[in-house]
């Protein structure tokens, strides 16, 4: 089946710094989203993002479909930016997202 | 416009017995799926409903199933539970014509004692 791995599993960054996701595939997907988890476990959508750019306010992220990666960047890092981040990417046939393992973001004061 | 929603938000239950998880997707969404997260791992996919059918299956065992109602509304259903069940379950849901843009509730965390 199809892999999906992120990278770094963890970072830890002071408020303020900017910050690079990365998200890998294995296969060809329809779709590809990116979460965030909260420390109550709700899982945020953040975008929706197949191809192309997108951007909503500090965030943004790209998917680059033929070569199989997404990046997701934050800029300008709050503490309310730490959590989980999570890649999810959908696989029509099976009807079903496969996940990343994740990236743990820490944002100290 | 109401979110999804998942009852209830804990359950501490003994190994053997039967748990039943509750969900009401998002207004105008016809599609559920529910999906097992253990403690450090992401989100793994349980099954989807779609028009009250198992539309999608991954890789659990049959006692893991489910329900959709009329409404769209959905049950998950564990039987003879195992330790390894504990985890936060989380339920999905996704309008019409969606390709898997799925919104998901806040999860209920299942412990099996």
């Known amino acids: 089946g199809i892999q999906v791995e992120q990278s770094p599993p963890d970072l830890i960054l002071q408020e303020g710094a900017n910050s690079t996701l990365r998200c890998n595939f294995s296969d060809s997907v329809n779709n590809l989203q990116w979460f965030h988890q909260n420390p109550w476990g709700q899982l945020i959508n953040l975008f929706y993002?197949?191809?192309g750019t997108k951007q909503n306010g500090r965030l943004s992220a790209t998917t680059v479909a033929t070569e199989r990666y997404s990046l997701l960047y934050i800029s300008s890092s709050q503490t309310t930016d730490s959590g989980v981040y999570f890649c999810?990417?959908?696989?029509?046939?099976?009807?079903?997202?496969?996940f990343g393992q994740g990236t743990r973001l820490t944002i100290n004061p | 416009e109401t979110g999804v929603t998942q009852s209830p938000t804990h359950l501490i239950k003994t190994r053997g017995q039967q748990v039943t998880l509750r969900c009401s997707s998002q207004s105008g969404h016809n599609t559920v799926s529910w999906y097992q997260q253990a403690l450090g791992q992401g989100p793994q996919f349980i099954f989807q409903y779609y028009r009250e059918e198992e539309n999608g299956r991954g890789n659990f065992p049959p006692r893991f199933s489910g329900l959709q109602f009329p409404n769209y509304s959905s049950e998950l259903n564990v039987n003879a539970l195992e330790l390894d069940d504990s985890a936060l379950y989380l339920c999905?849901?996704?309008?019409?014509?969606?390709?898997?843009?799925?919104?998901f509730g806040p999860g209920t965390r299942l412990t099996v004692t």
């Open positions: 993002i197949p191809s």
């Open positions: 999810a990417v959908f696989i029509q046939g099976a009807q079903k997202l496969v």
């Open positions: 999905a849901s996704s309008p019409p014509w969606s390709t898997g843009k799925e919104y």
